[in-house]
């Protein structure tokens, strides 16, 4: 039998029914979701399918314990209880961090020295020695306190999984890849998707619509910190990045335009699609939004500017409204906008048929869905 794993994905408020999806697609086992993260299990081979392929997930890290911690002797017993000489080699660089909300042990630093400090004193003993020079592969650890209850978990992504790899620079205020992800999802981009942004600013909600639609692993332009891993062997990276390479559909028919009032966007979206592998199947023009023009079989995916965003609300209202009135005279397939500005509705001059609450970072936001119920 492989070793099993249990695993945690964290993503943002909102898209975890869509990393749900996408985590079981991968064969993954004991699938629970919960606010912000999704849990599961599976051997080596998903640590590395997940890697590749989640496309909303924020990283992908092992739960290797939890357990109740009202004082600083708990929290050093739980931690030292860890076989860390299985995990680490002697020479592992291991930073810590961590988190606490609701819980006795609030200060996060101190938090941080007492288990970096217990994971030192059982890596001394299991490896027998008495340095630990901290100069070879990096294992992040990452504890979470929440109501006197500590997860010790270690990262195997390394870079947050937002960080494809194709987005060298990125426009003012861009919106996160695995955001861009979801949206796709909710927008029901398909292999044969014919997809326009007015607003595409750095081109990042056209490449992850084209990359979802030929099937294109999100990960497979990046490394992960689990590579160096000794548990997940160098053979299971290697076949699972050639299965995604085989499960690539350059064949799809998707088409991708993205619009933008600045050239300079214009060209910096399609530097960052090339990267990505889709800029074949991705265009785009210099456009004031007033002259976009909708196509009748379209989805339209957008992150309009808003004033939280980018500082002008009275402009962001009145490019709410253009694209409301141009909407109207000739509605697409379907239109899905994120925003955080709340009153996106009454500027768009329409209600949405449905809504999704998310969270971007901090920021609440909302995903304004326009289409035919009936189609």
């Known amino acids: 039998m492989p070793t099993m794993y249990d695993l945690v994905a964290p993503c943002f408020f909102g898209t975890e029914s869509t990393l749900a999806f996408e985590v079981r697609r991968l064969g993954a086992e004991n699938v629970r979701v919960t606010d912000g ?3 599961f299990s599976g051997p080596a081979e998903l640590i590395a399918a997940s890697n590749l392929w989640l496309r909303t997930a924020e990283r992908v890290m092992i739960l290797l314990k939890t357990w109740p911690a009202a004082t600083f002797d708990e929290l050093f017993d739980g931690v030292y209880s860890i076989p860390w000489e299985e995990i680490l080699p002697p020479d592992a660089a291991f930073p810590v961090k961590g988190s606490s909300l609701s819980s006795q042990l609030s200060s996060v630093p101190a938090c941080q020295s007492i288990v970096k400090k217990a994971v030192v004193k059982r890596l001394m003993a299991g490896h027998k020695t008495s340095v630990l020079p901290e100069t070879g ?11 006197n209850v500590v997860e010790m978990m270690l990262d195997t992504s390394g870079d947050g999984l937002h960080k494809r790899g194709y987005r060298k620079n990125a426009t003012l205020a861009p919106i996160k890849e695995t955001l861009a992800a979801a949206i796709a999802d909710l927008g029901h981009v398909r292999r044969d998707t014919l997809m326009q942004d007015p607003f595409c600013g750095s081109g990042t909600l056209v490449i992850e619509a084209a990359q979802k639609a030929l099937n294109i692993a999100p990960g497979l332009r990046r490394r992960f910190a689990a590579e160096r891993y000794d548990f997940v062997p160098p053979a299971v990276w290697r076949a699972q ?5 085989e499960q690539a559909r350059p064949d799809a028919g998707f088409e991708g335009f993205g619009y933008d009032i600045d050239p300079a966007a214009v060209a910096l979206a399609a530097a960052n699609a090339k990267l990505a592998g889709v800029g074949e199947r991705c265009r785009f023009e210099a456009a ?18 808003y004033g939280e965003r980018l500082g002008d609300a009275a402009e962001a209202a009145s490019l709410a409204a253009t ?5 109207r005279a000739a509605p697409a397939a379907g239109l899905y906008a994120i925003t955080a500005d709340a009153e996106f509705e009454t500027h768009f001059g329409a209600k949405a048929v449905k809504r999704r609450k998310i969270y971007n970072g901090m920021i609440p936001c909302q995903v304004y869905m326009y289409f035919d119920r009936k189609k």
């Open 37 to 39: 993260r999704v849990a």
């Open 137 to 147: 592969p990096v294992y992040k650890l990452r504890f979470s306190l929440r109501k």
């Open 241 to 245: 990045r050639q299965a995604a390479l």
């Open 288 to 305: 004031d939004v007033k002259d976009f023009a909708p196509r009748s079989d379209a989805v339209v995916l957008t992150n309009p500017p």
């Open 323 to 327: 694209l409301g009135r141009i909407w």
